[in-house]
């Protein structure tokens, strides 16, 4: 907050393996989404050291941080945060765009098989507001996957979304899990703690594990 510092994350230490399925709880204000967006590099920290692989990526310059993402880490959001201007089509292949490596074709099928994976190859076409909000989360699910990420973070994926859609949501997780993707979640629902590998609970930016 301009010269004002304001410390969130104060003591944690989370290890994580490949594979595991994190959920992070905790109330409104704890730091959740402050964390999340801290270990997917979409923010800065000032201390501490982030490991990733055996490898030290605390001190990555910007570009190495934009490469890291791209390259490791899909990101699911509450609101889906698909662009509304374009078609369903369009938002799955942006990443690919902005990766820059591969050709037309390429990227054709890959977002092909991406929405095939989610159900919701008929509505390529569609623009995101034609669609019922656990599609768009399913279509926000296939763009964090394009990248083909060993991580993926989900901020209250199912938060928008009614208590039958966001089962929905949450079996297209877990299958995702089965696949071998490591999901750091977080949730404010009970319901759903039962998808977790293990559940961490942040209190006052301290983080303790839940048994
Ligand atoms: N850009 C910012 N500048 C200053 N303070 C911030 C900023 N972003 C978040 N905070 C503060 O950091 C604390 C943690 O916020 P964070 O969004 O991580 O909480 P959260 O646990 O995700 O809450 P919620 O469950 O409501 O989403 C809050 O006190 C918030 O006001
Ligand atoms: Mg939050």
Not at 91 to 107: F, H, S
């Amino acid at each position: 907050m301009g010269k004002e510092k304001f410390q969130v994350l104060k003591s944690l230490n989370l290890n994580i393996e490949a594979g595991e399925f994190i959920m992070i709880i905790g109330k409104s204000g704890s730091g959740k989404t402050t964390l999340l967006n801290v270990l997917a590099f979409l923010d800065k920290f000032d201390d501490g050291n982030y490991i990733f692989n055996n490898e030290n990526v605390t001190n990555l310059n910007e570009n190495q941080r934009s490469v890291f993402r791209n390259k490791n880490i899909g990101f699911v959001f509450q609101q889906f945060n698909l662009i509304e201007t374009l078609n369903v089509y369009q938002n799955v292949e942006l990443p690919l765009i902005y990766d820059g490596i591969l050709k037309k074709v390429e990227r054709e099928e890959i977002v092909s098989q991406k929405l095939k994976d989610v159900g919701l190859l008929d509505k390529i076409k569609s623009l995101p507001l034609q669609l019922s909000g656990g599609q768009q989360q399913r279509i926000a699910i296939a763009r964090s996957l394009v990248n083909n990420p060993s991580l993926i973070f989900a901020d209250e994926p199912t938060g928008a979304l009614d208590s039958e859609t966001s089962m929905e949501i949450m079996e297209l997780l877990k299958s995702l899990n089965e696949q071998g993707k490591t999901i750091i979640m977080v949730t404010h629902d009970n319901d759903l703690l039962k998808y977790a590998t293990k559940v961490v609970k942040l209190k006052d930016g301290v983080l303790s594990l839940e048994v």
